[in-house]
């Protein structure tokens, strides 16, 4: 009489039973598992379709315990206690101590927060603003308010500007400058400072533009 242990199949066996029952789908048909990539093309999503992504995303980590509980285990493997600047130069390492330590700053605590926006969105947009005593300020922008990335001809990795949604119907859509996109300096003499900037990190990405220009 065979036992119980005879009875039950292995792992093995137990995957060869499901591979059997898999169908294979020629490339270009309903169901065979393809998904069209933004590439600046017709087969480009919307922005519409982006933004409601990263609305899924967000709503899903907001409400569905499972969903914020991986973030918060990628964020925790990746930040763990945190991810410092150091330099073997001392003033420059004292100056990277002082600006992430900065009250304006605080970078060793916003850090989970920002690889939580990242793990959501795949991108992170930060604005950068330079005091009168040449403090940098870090300001993290949502991905999902950056509507179109515009970029050099021929060259999307040089990026140039980063165009905002409207904050309210009617009005103008913000304009941030990357350094690629000329002069740092706006204004003229006791007038003159530092014009904020945006630098743009993503992941995961495929190897086209990540978003079109409409």
């Known amino acids: 009489m ?3 242990e ?9 995957f060869a039973v499901w591979l059997a029952q898999v169908v294979a789908v020629d490339v270009g048909k309903p169901g065979d598992g393809l998904v ?7 087969l480009d999503k919307s922005w519409h379709e982006l933004r409601q992504e990263f609305a899924d995303a967000l709503e899903a980590w907001r409400y569905n315990p499972l969903a914020r509980r991986l973030v918060g285990i990628v964020s925790a493997y990746v930040v763990g206690q945190g991810i410092a600047i150091r330099s073997g130069r001392k003033t420059v390492d004292a100056w990277l101590r002082k600006w992430a330590s900065h009250p304006k700053n605080n970078i060793l605590l916003e850090q989970s927060e920002w690889c939580d926006e ?3 969105s795949g991108e992170l947009f930060f604005a950068l ?3 009168a005593s040449g403090m940098v300020q870090v300001r993290p922008v949502p991905a999902a308010t950056i509507e179109r990335i515009e ?3 021929g060259d999307y990795r040089t990026e140039l500007r980063y165009i905002q949604s409207a904050p309210e119907p009617g009005a103008d859509n913000p304009v941030w400058h990357h350094l690629e996109d000329g002069a740092v300096w706006i204004g003229d003499g006791d007038k003159r400072r530092a014009r904020p900037i945006m630098v743009h990190y993503a992941v995961n990405r495929p190897v086209v533009p990540p978003r079109s220009i409409r």
């Open 151 to 153: 970029w050099r001809d």
């Open 36 to 42: 069209a990539v933004s590439a600046g093309t017709g």
């Open 118 to 120: 990242l793990t959501r």
């Open 129 to 131: 603003f330079m005091d």
């Open 6 to 14: 005879q009875q039950k199949p292995n792992l093995i066996q137990r």
């Open 2 to 4: 065979a036992t119980n």
